[in-house]
Every structure is written in C-alpha cells, then in structure tokens.
C-alpha cells in the first residue's frame, strides 16, 4: 500500500518525511534555475555595461584626436602677501587693567570630559585578493605586490598592459594627441573594472581620503610600468584616476607628459591651467620635474569623469605598522613651574603628509593627533589644566605651543612652503605661525572644547578664543555674532588677548576652521 493509515480510519495519508525528502529533492533544480537566470541577467548587465563604456571611450578617443590647443599656465597664488617673518618677537608683560567684570574660575574639568585613548591596538591589514577566475576570468594575469607605506599590498593584472609598448617607445618616439588617443583605444581595450573594484576595497581597508587613493593608485602604475618610461606611468595614472571617476586631464609638451588635477580647494603656491573653466593644477605624483610655461591639452572630458580631488582629512588612513613610532620631549615652563611632556609620534603619518598639497586651512585645521600622540600628550596635559579656569588653560597652552618648540619658517626648513598637520609639527625640529596655530586650536578644541578661529594678517597667522564668559579682557574679533579674544601661539611669552606690535593696526581675515 502506498500510504499509510495510521489510525486505521480508512484515511490514507502520505508520510510527512515522504514529503519533506520529495521537497528537498526539488531544491537544487530549483537553486540551479534560479543561479543559471540569475547568472544571465548578471551577463547581461555586464554587457550592457560594457556597450555603455565602449561608446563613451569611442566619443572620447575621437575627441583626443581632434586638435589640441596651447594653454598658458597661471602662477599659483600664495597664501601670504608678503613672506613671513626670519625671526619672532617676545612679548613684553601683559599690562595690568583692573576688570570689575566677576571671574569665571570654573575648572575646565567640570566644563569638558577629556577622553584620553588607550594605546592603540595594531589593526590587522588582511587584504585578499579575489580568485582570478571571479576577476579577469580567462585572461592571463600577473600578480605582484605594492609597498604602500608600511603596507603589503597584493595586486593582480592582465599581463596584456606590459605588452602594448616597449619600455623606451614613449621617449624614442614623439609625443602629441594622435599617439595619445592610440595609448587610450589600446588600454581601454583591457577590462579594468575589476582593478577599480579592488583598489576601492584597499581604499576601503586602508581607510584612504582621496589623496590617498591617488597615491596608490599612483604606486600600482608604477608597479605595472616599472622600468618603463614615466610618460607611460603618467598616461597609465590617467586613465585609472578617469576610470575612478576623477576629474584630471592630461597635457604634453616637447619634453613630457603632465597629470592635471581639477581640486575641490584652492591648492597654494601651485601653478595651474584653466581649462573649460575649471582650474587643473600641475601636482607631480613622480619625481620633481619643471612645470612647463604652456602645454597642449584637450577641451572636453569622458563621462565617467564627474568628481574633484577632495583633500579632507576626516580621519588618518591605517598604514599597517603602529608601531613605527618615534619619540620626543617637549619642555617649557609656565607660572615659573617647568613641565616635560614626553610624545609618541606616529612615523607612518610623517611619511604621508610629506608632500600633501598645500591647501586651505581648515583642511589642516580639522585634522587632529593620531592615537599613540594623543594618548602621550594627553596624559600630561590634561591632568595639568584640570583645575585651571579657561583663561588660564588657555595660557597654559598658549605657553606650551610658543616655548617648546624653535622656530624657523617653512622656506628654512624646506626650501618651500608647507603646512603641517598637529603630528608633524611635535616630529619636525621647527615650526612657525600656521604650524603652531593648527596645533593649538586644535588642543584648544579638544581639551578645553573652546571654538577657536584663525586670523590670517599679511605675513603672519594666528588665532583666537571664543570664552563662554564675557570676563576676558584684550584684544578681540566679532565673527559669526560670537566674541574671540586673540591668541598669538608664535608671539612668545605673549598672554591671551595680546596681538604682536606690527600687526596691531592690521586688520586679519578671519578663518573659519569648519
């Protein structure tokens, strides 16, 4: 009998486990119909893409081929009117004014919890990089590695990139549009998706702002040329950074190629080119090399192009080694007690930031200490402006950030201009106005949570201190309908409320930091 009666009713039923084994039995051809439709679609998709791609690089290779024209280039402009100054006043005693306005003497640690880190935990970089077959299926692939600063970064490409030129053709040969043009219908031949795929997932990783991105995207072009002529890596970077959906552009002249960057912020001291309206700045991502007079480029761009070079840094990228860190001891005195501050400086940020582009302020401004810097100078600090009023805490630090560190200007230690972020103003042996008013309100901010505002005079930067009371005396700004009272961290000994001598009739910009 085929089914069962189970209570012997007359009812015949069909056992539950018949059942459920008949309906699993139906599942694999079930899952099989739908990964074969689901494939299809997936297929179809990517050809659809791929149609998409081919007519926008075809529209594109045909505009490279058309004629290009002469650009002169536009001197860069400077962040200063004239050049800051060799060396840097003492400020005499701060003059003593009776103030009947009653004191705040609130302690700063019943007004701000300061959160100083535990030492920072090494974040394991574990980048893997797809099975070949799921990237670049049947093509013939050659797998390497980027040092990216302390990092090993695995990479896979299709071998077919290192055969489309010999390694000295583009300097054996002339370089103009026509051979241009043939360098992108040649590349884009190639399937790149999947190197723009993974190299988001190491951005990801690594947790890289865009200027971060271009750099390593930057290191896997030299990766891939390596040995060939840099106009090649220079075209290659070009095509990668477009594929990524950057605005840059590229321009030739007799000598070189150059990669021209459309950036979110006013870049200092860098020249450019206008090109459909837009200004494109020269950043040399490879060796030092002369900025020409005028280049040849294109007008137009591909579509796939719609996003400016940001250079926020909303938070420090992860460079593997934490502990490639190097220490210093910060001296100075206040209220004629000496303090020795012992800080732990991440290296791997030093290197970063080395060649950042110098841009607006506040970029710099935002960025804070890394972890291990925090951790060191926080524990000092902190503990030492706990039972301070704000104006004296203030003082303290003011102190701190004038005296503790030499001073000598940018072009001195340098030979050119340069912003430094919090950390490479505690590395580096000198420092001067802009360095020292980004690593002050940015203490100012985190331990005495005070809003603070640069204050840009022709040859100089400093910045002042929005009070919660109205009780601090000295010279002051109105911004935004809030008070702040001027704070000079290169002006030495100098108190809050005290503007250096030759700037007392100038009257600053005022800076926002946000």
Known sequence: ????????????????????????????????????EYEKWKKQQEAEFKEYQDKFDKEFIEMLEKTWEEVGI???????KERKPITIPKAPPKPTVENTAPKDDTPVRERINIDIPDAPEPEPIK???????????????????????????????PTQLRALYSPREFSMRKTDNKRIAEFWDKVSRINH???????????????????GYVLLINDFANTVYEGYDKKLVNLYNWFLLTRAGYKVRIGYDQNDVYILFAVEYNVFNTKYYT??????????????????????????????QSKKLDLT?????????????????????????????????????????????LTELPVFFTASLSESSKKSIYEKLAPAIADMSEEEAVNFLLRFVQTAFDYKTDQDQFDREKYMIPEETLFYP??????????????????VGLEVVGLRYSKHLATAVSFTGNNVEGDSHYHSGKKYIVADPTYINA?????????????PEIVSLQ
């Open 1 to 36: 009998m085929g089914f069962f009666d189970c209570n012997n009713t007359g009812k015949k039923y069909f056992p539950a486990f018949l059942i459920l084994f008949l309906s699993l039995s139906l599942i694999p051809a079930m899952v099989s119909a739908q990964d074969t």
């Open 74 to 80: 536009n001197q860069g402009s400077d962040f200063y």
């Open 127 to 157: 980048i893997e990089i797809p099975p070949k077959e799921s990237m670049f299926g049947d093509i013939e692939t050659r797998s390497t590695n980027i040092n990216y600063f302390s990092s090993t970064i695995p990479f896979e490409y």
């Open 193 to 211: 998706d999947p190197i723009i795929s993974y190299s988001n997932k190491v951005r990801e990783e690594l947790k890289l702002n865009d200027w």
């Open 275 to 304: 090109l459909d309206g837009e200004q494109y700045y020269v950043i040399d991502l490879n060796e030092d090399k002369q900025t020409p007079s005028s280049i040849f480029t294109y007008t137009g761009s591909h579509q796939s």
């Open 313 to 357: 840094i909303k938070e420090f990228p992860n460079l593997g080694d934490t502990k490639n860190v190097e220490s210093r001891t910060l001296e100075f005195s206040f209220n004629e007690k000496d303090y020795s501050i012992p800080v732990s400086i991440d290296k791997n940020l030093i290197t970063y930031f080395e060649y950042f582009p």
């Open 430 to 447: 000198y420092s001067d106005c802009d360095d020292r008013s980004i690593l002050f309100a940015n203490l100012v901010q985190e331990l």
């Open 495 to 507: 108190s809050v409320g005290m503007t250096m001598t030759q700037y007392k009739n100038e009257k």
